[in-house]
Nanobody, 115 residues
Framework: QVQLVESGGGLVQTGGSLRLSCAAS????????MGWYRQPPGKQRDMVAMITRVGAIAYADSVKGRFTISRDNVKNTVYLQMDSLKPEDTAVYYCYAIVGGLSMWGEGVLVTVSA
């Protein structure tokens, strides 16, 4: 079993930056792609960014050029650097990982961007 523990959420002003981290622990030998989803208030959960073990990356169009995903395979940790934040980035951000073909989720961290 794999546990995903997120950190780094909080309140930031428009134009500011935050860095999210997600550390995987447990049965991580089958850890595959990792990434981030987000769910704004009253809306569905959507993919923000994903990264495979070998570094292939995908971003949602809404965050391209502002967010950067990275990964440390030694620490089994994925990061999301968020710059030029906008109020519409306000959401609960969930860490996501594929483990042995199964989807795993963290509990989520709240990111609030004030106008």
């Amino acid at each position: 079993q794999v546990q995903l523990v997120e950190s780094g959420g909080g309140l930031v002003q428009t134009g500011g930056s935050l860095r999210l981290s997600c550390a995987a622990s447990g049965s991580i030998f089958m850890l595959g792609a990792m990434g981030w989803y987000r769910q704004p208030p009253g809306k569905q959960r959507d993919m923000v960014a994903m990264i495979t073990r070998v570094g292939a990356i995908a971003y949602a169009d809404s965050v391209k050029g502002r967010f950067t995903i990275s990964r440390d395979n030694v620490k089994n940790t994925v990061y999301l650097q968020m710059d030029s934040l906008k109020p519409e980035d306000t959401a609960v951000y969930y860490c996501y990982a594929i483990v042995g073909g199964l989807s795993m989720w963290g509990e989520g961290v709240l990111v609030t961007v004030s106008a």
